[in-house]
C-alpha cells in the first residue's frame, strides 16, 4: 500500500487521485475529502503545506497536514512508501521527522532520473541540501548505485563524481577529498572517477554525484537546455515546412523526442537514505506521471533497494559511526 | 596590436595564423616560427605549456613559454591585448603575473557569451577558481555588466545570480550573503535576483553570475546536452525521411542551429579583472573561431571595456581596500 499526498499538485486533487488510479498499483490517498466526492480510501487531510512556507518549521506546525499524516502512515507501517506531488520540502522535511534516516546516513539526497535517450542517468544530490561534506558525497555514491542496481536493474552502476576536469585534484576541496575516498574503498562500486558537464548528457555514467546545488542548477539546465532547443528545432521546421508532409512528420517527431525528454516520463525525485521509499512527482504532473512516481515507489518497494542500499552502505564502511557524529545533522 | 599566442591549439599554429589573417586586426604571433615558414610577424617562442601541466608553476619554470612571453608583451605595452588558443590555465598564470590584476579585483574571473538563440548571455565564473567568496561574486556581477554595456552594447544588462530558488535565502551561505549586498548595493547594476538553471537558456539574465565550479559544470552540460538533443533530432529525421525534400532541408536547419550554439561562434572566453583584456579561444578553434576571438578582444580594447569595468567597480564600492585584504589572493 502507497501512502500519496494529493495536496500541492499544480493540477489539483482530482488529478492525483486519477493518476492513482491509473498506476494499478494499492493506494491510500491523503487530501481533502470534501474535493474528491465518490473517492473511496481517502483520509481526510485538507491541511497543505505549500512551496513558499519554511518546510521543517511548516511541517513541526501543522501536524495535520496532509503531508505529515501521510509520512506517519508510513513511518507506522500502515503504508510502505510515500508518494507526493507537493513541495519538494515539506516532503523531505515530513520524512526526516517522522520516517527517519537510515542509521548512519548523515543526510537524505533527492535523486532523480535523468531522461537522457537511451542512457538513464541517476544524478544525486539535487536539491535536499545545498552544500556536501565529502562524506556525503560517498554515501551519495553508494546509495545511488544500490538504486540502480535494485530498480533500474544495472548489474555495475558507473558511479561519476561531477567535477570541472578528470584529474583527481580538480574541483572543490570537498570533491577532491570525496574523489580521493571513493578511489581508495574496496571495489564495491564501479567509481569510474570524475565526470564533467558534457559527459553526463552523453551518458558517460549511470549515476552521477553531486552535491544540492550543483545538481539543482545543473537538472534545470539540462531541462531548460532540452526545451530550447527542441522549441528552436520546432520553430525553424514550422517556419519553413509548414505546407509540406515532410515538416509534419519531423515536428512529430520532435514532439516524441520532447516526451522522452519529459520529467513526467521518469516517475519524480527518489530521497534516499531514508527507512522508507519516498517519492517526490513533479508538481506539474500529469495523471500519468503521478501513475510513474506511484508505480516507481512500488518497484523500489518490492526490489527491496532500502535493504540493498544499507547493505551497501555497510560493506562500504561509508555508514557514519556513533563517535563521529555530526553535531549539524538532524538527530537519528 | 594584438599578441597572440598559436601553441597549444588542437589544430596547430598553421591554423591559428590562419584565423589571425581572418580577422583582419594588426596581430603579432607568438610561437614556433620553425613552424611557420614564410609567415611575417611571428615572435619566435617555441615553447608551449600543455593541458597537463600544473599552470602556475608552468608559467614560473618556463619564461620562454610562448604564452609567457606573449602576457609579457601585453604587460609591457607592446601589445594592446592577447588571445590564446592554449591551455585556459596557462594563460590565466600568466596575466595574473604578467599583466596583473586591476587594483581592488580579488580574483579574475573566465566569462563566457553562452549561445543562446536571441539572447546571447554572459555567464561568469566559469572556471578560474573552484569557490567563490560573497565579495568576488559582488565583484563578478559588477565586471559583467560592464563588459555587457561596452563590447555587447547592452544599455542596462539584467545581472542574475545563479542559484536554486528564487527566495533570497536560496543556495550556499555565499550565494545569499552575496544576494544580500547586491540587493543592498546602489543602483549601478540592475540586479535581478537569483536566476536558476531553467532560467538561464531562457534568456532570462544578460550576465549570469556564479562561481567557477558551478559555472564551469553548467556551461558544459548546456554544450553537451544542446549537442545530444540536436544530434537526436538529427537521427529522428535522418531515420524517417532520408529520401525527401522536407527531410534535408531539415537536417539543413538543425545544422545551422548548431552552428548558432557553435561555441566557436562566439570567440571564446574572455578573462576579467585584469589590467589588459585577455580572450581565451576554444582550444579546437576552426580558423574563424580564432579570428573571432581576435576581433573580440580589439572590439573590447577600442570600446575601453576595462576603463569602464574599473569605473562601475568603484561607483559601487565593490573594490576591496587595502585594510580587506585577504591573504590567500594573489599579490597586486
Known amino acids: 500500500m502507497i501512502a500519496l499526498d494529493i495536496n500541492g ?25 470534501a474535493e474528491l466526492p465518490g473517492e473511496t480510501g481517502v483520509v481526510d487531510a485538507p491541511v497543505a503545506i505549500g512551496n513558499d512556507e519554511e518546510p521543517a518549521r511548516a511541517v513541526r506546525a501543522k501536524p495535520e497536514a496532509s503531508i505529515v499524516v501521510a509520512a506517519k502512515a508510513v513511518a507506522s507501517g500502515d503504508c510502505e512508501a510515500l508518494v507526493s506531488a507537493g513541495s519538494t520540502g515539506a516532503a523531505l522535511a515530513a520524512s526526516v521527522f517522522h520516517i527517519k534516516r537510515l542509521h548512519g546516513v ?4 533527492v535523486a532523480v532520473l ?28 553508494h ?52 565526470v564533467e558537464g558534457h559527459d553526463v548528457p552523453a551518458g558517460a555514467a549511470d549515476v552521477v554525484v553531486t552535491d544540492g546545488f550543483t545538481g539543482n542548477v545543473a537538472l534545470k539546465l539540462m531541462e531548460g537546455t532540452a526545451k530550447t532547443v527542441t522549441g528552436a528545432v520546432r520553430d525553424a521546421v514550422r517556419s519553413g515546412l509548414v505546407s509540406s508532409l515532410g515538416g509534419l512528420l519531423v515536428r512529430r517527431r520532435v514532439g516524441r523526442l520532447r516526451d522522452e525528454l519529459d520529467p513526467n516520463a521518469t516517475g519524480g525525485a527518489i530521497l534516499l537514505g531514508l527507512r ?57
Do not use: Y
Request: proline residues 8%; neutral net charge.
Open 276 to 332: 522508507k521509499v519516498v517519492v517526490i512527482a513533479h508538481g506539474s504532473s500529469t495523471p500519468e506521471g503521478i501513475a510513474n512516481a506511484v508505480r516507481l515507489a512500488d518497484r523500489a518497494v518490492r526490489e527491496r533497494v532500502l535493504e540493498r542500499m544499507a547493505a551497501a552502505l555497510t560493506a562500504a564502511g561509508a555508514l557514519r559511526s556513533a563517535r563521529a557524529d555530526s553535531v549539524g545533522a538532524a538527530n537519528d
Open 9 to 33: 499538485a499544480d493540477r489539483g486533487p482530482r488529478s492525483v487521485a486519477e493518476g492513482a488510479r491509473l498506476s494499478g498499483v494499492p493506494v491510500t490517498l491523503f487530501g481533502p475529502v
Open 106 to 109: 548523515h543526510r537524505p539526497a
Open 114 to 141: 535523468l531522461p537522457i535517450p537511451g542512457a538513464p542517468t541517476l544524478m544525486l544530490d539535487v536539491g535536499a541540501s545545498s552544500e556536501a561534506r565529502p562524506e556525503q558525497l560517498v554515501q551519495f555514491a
Open 143 to 194: 546509495m545511488g548505485s544500490a538504486f540502480m542496481q535494485a530498480v533500474h536493474g544495472v548489474e555495475r552502476p558507473r558511479v561519476g563524481l561531477l567535477s570541472i576536469g578528470e584529474e583527481p585534484n580538480k574541483g572543490t576541496p570537498a570533491v577532491v577529498e570525496a574523489h580521493a575516498r571513493l578511489a581508495a574503498s574496496p571495489g564495491t562500486i564501479d567509481f569510474i572517477g570524475n
